[in-house]
């Protein structure tokens, strides 16, 4: 799995070419054959060769990026300087901001160099060998690692299925919510995940899905589902986040209160 991770994260783009060296070069070679640490070696070598010999250039990916950061950035800067903010708003924001400063600052791969590797990464052999070999929770706790990476495995809707059902046995409501997230506006049906956290009256992840992907719920089927429990704790309990975080629209919100009527 430590390749697999090292190459997914450079595909997401989380780390460069220089971290990717770094981690690549201080692999846990007692993991792999003899015949695979050639592999590896060998591909540390064509890396490296890329590194000297093709160039970074700033691309579209990489500029909505930015535009994205520095707009987080001067909103970030509005909480600091407002007094009104209490101690625990403003130093949370501090601290976001202070982290956006140093990612900000840190060199990243993108253009020819970018491509480059990504082609030679994603097609190298010990990588595909590692990548058939995971089960279906490997595979759940390998995505979910992360929260919506930008390039996540292209899997049918079986496949998703399958993970939702692995997760699901193993109560895996944090991985859950995270797979959902991972897809969201990728034509991935998550009713099986919604129908979880009602079934075990989990209003806190239920809410965590709305947040993420609403867009892919159908909320008035949703909010029914949750009506039809007849549970009115966690009923109050929905309704109550739903207010709280102003998630749903006025309309929705009406809707809520007739069906609670009846």
Same mark, same amino acid.
């Given at each position: 799995m430590d390749l697999i991770n090292i190459i997914y994260r450079y595909v997401n783009r989380f780390i460069n070419s220089d971290e990717l060296i770094f981690l690549l070069e201080n692999i846990d070679k007692n993991k792999f054959s003899n015949k695979e640490n050639k592999e590896i070696a060998k591909l540390i070598e064509e890396v490296k060769e890329i590194i000297i010999n093709v160039p970074i250039e700033i691309d579209e990916f990489e500029i909505n990026k930015m535009n994205m950061r520095n =707009?987080?950035?001067?909103?970030?800067?509005?909480?600091?300087?407002? %007094?009104?903010? /209490?101690?625990? #708003?403003?130093?949370?924001?501090? +601290? *976001?901001?202070? *982290?956006?400063?140093?990612?900000?600052?840190?060199?990243?791969?993108?253009?020819? =160099?970018?491509?480059?590797?990504?082609?030679? !990464?994603? %097609?190298?052999?010990?990588?595909? +060998?590692?990548?058939?070999?995971?089960?279906?929770?490997?595979? !759940?706790?390998?995505?979910? *690692?992360f929260i919506k990476a930008p390039l996540t495995p292209k899997i049918s809707q079986e496949l998703f299925d399958n993970l939702?059902?692995?997760?699901?046995?193993?109560?895996? =409501?944090?991985?859950?919510?995270? !797979? #959902?997230? %991972?897809? /969201?506006?990728?034509?991935?049906?998550?009713?099986?995940?919604?129908n979880y956290f009602i079934e075990k009256r989990d209003d806190y992840y239920l809410f965590e899905l709305i947040s993420a992907v609403k867009e892919d719920l159908n909320i008035e089927e949703l909010i029914k589902k949750v009506i039809a429990t007849n549970d009115k704790d966690f009923i109050f309990n929905c309704y109550s986040r739903a207010k709280k975080i102003s998630l749903f629209t006025d309309e929705e919100f009406e809707k809520i209160k007739d069906m609670m009527k009846n």
């Open positions: =707009r987080i950035l001067n909103d970030l800067e509005k909480v600091i300087i407002n %007094n009104d903010n /209490n101690d625990e #708003a403003m130093e949370f924001a501090r +601290k *976001q901001y202070e *982290q956006l400063k140093k990612d900000k600052e840190k060199i990243r791969d993108s253009g020819p =160099r970018y491509e480059k590797l990504y082609k030679l !990464l994603v %097609n190298n052999s010990v990588y595909l +060998k590692y990548c058939k070999k995971m089960n279906d929770l490997e595979f !759940l706790e390998f995505i979910t *690692q939702v059902s692995v997760g699901i046995k193993k109560d895996k =409501r944090e991985a859950l919510w995270r !797979l #959902a997230f %991972n897809y /969201n506006k990728k034509g991935k049906n998550f009713t099986n995940i919604e």
